[in-house]
C-alpha cells in the first residue's frame, strides 16, 4: 500500500511538474443541418462560421484538456419551397465545448491532435428567416408563433440550451493548426419535434 501512494504520488508530481498552459484564437466554416426529421421532411445544410478562443492544458506530451468559448452558427435550410421561395432557421450559440485531446507527433514541430468530448452551448439570438414574391420576414425562433407572422402560421418556441459530443482532429505546423470536426446534439430543439443539432467543421487557428 505504501509503495503504490509513493507510485501514485510521483506520478501526479511528474504531471504537474510537466502541465502547462497555452492559449489560441480560431475561426471556421460550419455545415449544419438537423437529425431527427420526420418522413416527407425536407431540410438542407445551411452554411455558417463559428469563431472563439481557447485554451489548451497540457498534462504530459500526450494528453491534454482543450476547453473553448465559441460563438457558432448553426441551423438548417428548408427545400422543396418553390422556385423563388427560401426559409432557414438560423439559431446562433454561445458554445463551451470541452475535449480530452492526444497529441502525435509525426516531424519536428509538427503533429496530429486528435479530441473528443461533451459541448454546452446556449442560443443567445435565433430566427426564422423567409422569402417568397419579393416579400421577406424574420421572426424570433424563441417565441411561441400562435396567431401568424410573415409566411409562418403556427410554431413553438424554440429551446436555447443546447448539448452534444464533439470530435475532432487538428493538424499542427509550428503554432498553426487546421481542424476538422463534428457535433452531434443530444438535445431537442424543440419539445413537440425531434430536431437535434448536427454539425461539421473546418477551421484554422494560431496558439499563443
Known sequence: MKR???LAAFA????VSFSQVSWNAKVGMNISNFMGTEEGEDLNAKIGFNVGVGMEYQFTELFSLQ??????????K?????EDAKASINPMYIQLPVLAAARVAI????????????????????????????VSASVDMFKEITDGDGFIA???????FDCGLA??????????????????GLTKLYSEAKYKNLNFTIGVGYKF
Not at 501526479?12 to 504531471?15: G, H, P
Not at 428548408?78 to 418553390?82: C, I
Open 107 to 134: 516531424a519536428e514541430n509538427q503533429a496530429f491532435v486528435f479530441k473528443a468530448g461533451p459541448y454546452f452551448a446556449y442560443a443567445v439570438s435565433g430566427k426564422y428567416k423567409m422569402s417568397a414574391g419579393g
Open 12 to 15: 501526479l508530481v511528474s504531471v
Open 78 to 82: 428548408l427545400g422543396d419551397l418553390g
Open 154 to 160: 403556427e410554431m413553438p418556441a424554440a429551446k436555447r
Open 167 to 184: 470530435i475532432g482532429v487538428d493538424y499542427e505546423i509550428n503554432r498553426i493548426f487546421v481542424g476538422l470536426g463534428g457535433e452531434i
Open 67 to 76: 476547453p473553448s468559448l465559441m460563438f457558432s452558427m448553426k441551423g438548417a
Open 4 to 6: 503504490t501512494l509513493i
